[in-house]
Every structure is written in C-alpha cells, then in structure tokens.
C-alpha cells in the first residue's frame, strides 16, 4: 500500500528545492538569451562592438548570472548523482 502522507511529506519537503533550481534554470537561460541579443550581436556591427559592450553594465550582469547559474546547476546534477548513488547502495527489499 503507497503512503499517502509519506508521499505528501516528500514532495512538501523537495517544492522548495525544485522552486529554486527551476529559478536558477530560468534565469541561466534568459541571461544568456539577452547577452547574445545586447552584447553580441550576431553581425558585422555586433563583431566591432563586442569589445566595448562586453564591459557595459548590464553585459557583467548577465555575463555573472550566467557564470553562477552554471556552478549552482553542475552543483545540482552532482547533489542528484550523490543521492541517487546513497539510495542504490542502501537499499534493502
């Protein structure tokens, strides 16, 4: 029989992990679509301009989301392996 309040319990347990990670995909994805479009652009002018925009503000902003979004996500995929590894190895049927 599947435990009901178990299984409550572990979802109300892992929302704010998934709530967090889902906001770190987010922003990793939207920052590095906004870098290509106002740093980078994809054209002769964007080749010339590259140099000066890669220092503006707002190009450092997305340029550290993206850095820290990278590094929270591998964090992530090894804290999954960990436990998924941990689980496997003390599983008794």
Known sequence: MIDKVGIYNFFKTIKPL?????G???????CSQLYIYYCVPNTWYG????????????CSAFRWVIY???????????GIGSW???NLLTFKS
């Not at 770190?24 to 939207?30: A, M, P, S």
């Not at 140099?51 to 707002?58: D, E």
């Not at 820290?68 to 090894?78: C, F, K, Q, S, V």
């Open 68 to 78: 820290e979004a990278g590094n929270i996500l591998y964090t992530m995929w090894i």
């Open 24 to 30: 770190w995909i987010f922003l990793h994805y939207v």
């Open 47 to 58: 080749i010339f301009i590259s140099p000066f925009m890669t220092m503006a503000p707002h």
């Open 84 to 86: 998924t590894v941990s």
């Open 18 to 22: 998934v709530l967090f990670y889902s």
